[in-house]
C-alpha cells in the first residue's frame, strides 16, 4: 500500500505487512541514506514496534520527520486491514 507523507521532503511510503511483521517499507524521495537505512533496520521487525519507535521523531522546527510519518502509515495500514 502507498501513503502519502505531509510536511517532510520524502513523498509516500510503499508499505507491506505481513503476520504482524515489515515486510516492506520503501520511501520515496527525501534524504537517500536515511530512508534507506530506516527501511533496512525496520525490514522484519514487527510493526507496532517500529511504529511506537518511530512515532513522535522531529526533524528540526518540524513537528513531524519521515520516521514519524512512516510510523503513521504503519498505523493507518492496520486500522484498514
Known amino acids: 500500500m502507498r501513503f502519502p507523507m505531509k ?5 509516500w511510503v510503499e508499505l507491506e505487512i505481513t503476520d504482524g511483521k515489515i515486510s516492506k517499507l520503501e520511501v520515496i524521495g527525501g534524504c537517500d541514506g536515511n530512508r534507506q537505512g530506516v ?3 525496520a525490514l522484519g ?7 511506537h519507535t518511530l512515532e513522535g521523531i522531529h526533524c528540526g ?3 513531524t520527520s519521515c520516521p514519524d510519518q512512516i510510523a503513521h502509515a504503519i498505523y493507518q495500514y492496520l486500522q484498514q486491514g
Open 39 to 41: 527501511a533496512k533496520l
Open 61 to 63: 522546527f518540524k513537528n
Open 7 to 11: 510536511g517532510v521532503c520524502a513523498k
Open 45 to 51: 521487525q514487527e510493526a507496532m514496534t517500529v511504529a
